[in-house]
T-cell receptor
Framework: GAGVSQSPSNKVTEKGKDVELRCDPISGHTALYWYRQRLGQGLEFLIYFQGNSAPDKSGLPSDRFSAERTGESVSTLTIQRTQQEDSAVYLC??????????????????FGPGTRLTVL | AQTVTQSQPEMSVQEAETVTLSCTYDTSENNYYLFWYKQPPSRQMILVIRQEAYKQQNATENRFSVNFQKAAKSFSLKISDSQLGDTAMYFCAFMKRSNAGKSTFGDGTTLTVKP
């Protein structure tokens, strides 16, 4: 079936502008994650959605960052008043999630291709 | 908090040879998962192999296998019969079973397979 998709694939914006990044998870996956990857570095956890539970926002670096998810489908990551240090690849992942009981199979994350954000 | 360390920023191997990428982690948890992901220049993160901490048997997936040493908190990846398509950045990741929402990733190892 279709994998995780993200749009746009690349986004160039000016400092101070707001941006929205979109993620479409794999159909049937109840859990969705956002990560940030700076150039040449590992992934930095941002936020996690599991079904209708309150999201885990503990990784969001500032109040300029927010994310929403409609039910168990599309998610949008919004960055307000972008700064140059926000330049990175933003990766989305989904998993079957905890409705499956919890196992390595249900918790394994499958990633989208990412959105490369460049803030000038 | 968990930490994941990949001590080899870059490695290279000749085509058809075997290479081992190292990963160590630090945790007080007993139930967790470990993963290796591959990220080629296309940016797509691809799951290579996964291991449940309670399983003593090392996971294998075709040419990929791990050496999981729970007491030593080590989780190395062995790639046999290396192919040019294996050239990529490889990330080791840790996930607590009790908190599936967060994975902690290492900084990655860039592997180059030479013809």
């Amino acid at each position: 079936g279709a994998g995780v998709s993200q749009s746009p694939s690349n986004k160039v914006t000016e400092k101070g502008k707001d941006v929205e990044l979109r993620c479409d998870p794999i159909s049937g996956h109840t859990a969705l994650y956002w990560y940030r990857q700076r150039l040449g570095q590992g992934l930095e956890f941002l936020i996690y959605f599991q079904g209708n539970s309150a999201p885990d926002k503990s990784g969001l670096p500032s109040d300029r960052f927010s994310a929403e998810r409609t039910g168990e489908s599309v998610s949008t990551l919004t960055i307000q008043r972008t700064q140059q240090e926000d330049s990175a690849v933003y990766l989305c992942a989904s998993s079957l999630g905890r409705s499956g009981g919890g196992s390595v199979r249900t918790d394994t994350q499958y990633f989208g291709p990412g959105t490369r954000l460049t803030v000038l | 908090a968990q930490t994941v360390t990949q001590s080899q920023p870059e490695m290279s191997v000749q085509e058809a040879e075997t290479v081992t990428l190292s990963c160590t982690y630090d945790t007080s948890e007993n139930n967790y998962y470990l993963f290796w992901y591959k990220q080629p220049p296309s940016r797509q993160m691809i799951l290579v192999i996964r291991q449940e901490a309670y399983k003593q048997q090392n996971a294998t997936e075709n040419r990929f296998s791990v050496n999981f040493q729970k007491a030593a908190k080590s989780f190395s990846l062995k790639i046999s019969d290396s192919q040019l398509g294996d050239t990529a950045m490889y990330f080791c990741a840790f996930m607590k079973r009790s908190n599936a929402g967060k994975s902690t990733f290492g900084d990655g190892t860039t592997l180059t397979v030479k013809p």
